[in-house]
């Protein structure tokens, strides 16, 4: 019985996810920089969680404000196109 539980469970290591912006040292997070913020929206429009994204808290506050910033002067899209 042990070695058929061995057998069909499997053993998952998840790598931790490391911050982009800790990564490469990047102190501030620009509004203006779309091609970096489009990679934190999904195609709907909205913004990628940091469990899912690997983002530290402190950067992700950081994304989510200068989203909401690029969207609110028309930079970004509030939503995609249907």
């Known amino acids: 019985m042990k070695e058929a539980r061995e057998k069909t469970e499997k053993k998952t290591f998840q790598r931790k996810k490391v911050c982009?912006?800790?990564a490469d040292?990047?102190?501030f997070i620009d509004y203006k920089d779309l091609v970096t913020l489009k990679n934190f929206l999904?195609?709907?429009?909205k913004i990628i969680p940091r469990r899912i994204s690997g983002n530290c808290s402190g950067h992700q506050r950081q994304l989510t404000l200068s989203i909401?910033?690029?969207r609110?002067?028309?930079l970004l899209a509030f939503a995609e196109e249907r």
């Open 25 to 27: 040292k990047i102190d």
């Open 20 to 22: 982009r912006f800790c």
């Open 42 to 45: 999904t195609e709907r429009g």
């Open 68 to 70: 909401k910033r690029s």
């Open 72 to 74: 609110n002067i028309a």
